[in-house]
């Protein structure tokens, strides 16, 4: 008996010498890593609540949602139409440029009739869409080609190259579809050939010189900064003013007839 208390003694003699003084926590006398994870568990309970005031705290409106919601919508609408027609512009170029010229042609000519006509008056549509159709059958195609042109020309975008466009522009193109427009507008109302040359002559020089005084500044601006692609586009935007300008010259009375 006494043999084996001594042998007893000595194995607890051998054991290393760790005082139990956490008896809450029955888990520090297991491992230091259990201890640790313990801890930090325990700290980030009591840390939750925390948590959860910062969120009170910093709470998202619904109307702050919703402006910024429909702000997003709005912007990608925009984008989504931009998107649209960069593509028609680059699967169907010349169709795409004569629906807007003609667009643009209609509106035109709508603020002319308004700027002009009694509040009394009808619109005339028949006047409105022998504009359109002049928009969309001879100035959208020309447009697409005359700029393709220009181009292929002068592909440079320097300062000298934009003005020898602008140049070719104010020289050839613009007279000539000034001419054209005239002349169709007139043979469409029924004008004969001697009453069309009475108002070329009545007209052209007049709208040449008020051309001059506009286009310059809107060409520079195409030519230098815009790509040949959207260049009709930015043109027709430019134009709106001017077609303003030209179906109110285009809707005057017939000028007396040039004897013979």
């Not at 084996?4 to 003084?21: D, E, M, V, Y």
């Not at 002049?134 to 181009?151: A, D, K, T, V």
Request: with cysteine; proline share 6%; aromatic share 14%.
């Amino acid at each position: 008996m006494s043999g084996a208390l001594r042998k007893n003694s000595s194995i607890i003699r051998l054991l290393p010498k760790q005082p139990f003084t956490d008896f809450t926590d029955p888990i520090n006398r297991i491992h230091p890593f259990l201890r640790n994870q313990t801890h930090t568990q325990t700290r980030e309970y009591f840390r939750f609540p925390n948590v959860l005031r910062k969120v009170k705290e910093y709470e998202i409106s619904p109307s702050l949602f919703a402006s910024s919601f429909s702000s997003s919508s709005s912007s990608s609408t925009r984008v989504g139409l931009v998107g649209w027609y960069l593509g028609m512009v680059k699967s169907w170029p010349v169709l795409t440029k004569s629906v807007t010229s003609s667009l643009i042609y209609i509106a035109a000519d709508f603020s002319s009739q308004t700027i002009s006509k009694l509040s009394s008056e009808p619109y005339d549509l028949v006047r409105t869409s022998r504009m359109a159709g002049y928009g969309m059958l001879i100035l959208g195609p020309s447009l697409h080609f005359w700029f393709n042109l220009m181009s292929k020309l002068f592909p440079k975008r320097d300062l000298i190259t934009t003005f020898k466009k602008m140049a070719m522009g104010q020289l050839l193109y613009g007279p000539a579809m000034t001419v054209v427009f005239f002349s169709l507008n007139a043979c469409l109302q029924g004008e004969r050939s001697g009453e069309i040359v009475a108002r070329l002559q009545r007209d052209l020089v007049p709208t040449m010189l008020n051309g001059v005084m506009y286009w310059p500044f809107c060409d520079f601006i195409t030519f230098r900064f815009i790509p040949v692609h959207l260049q009709p586009l930015v043109s027709n935007s430019f134009s709106y003013l001017w077609t303003v300008y030209m179906t109110y010259m285009a809707s005057l009375a017939k000028p007396a007839t040039i004897a013979c």
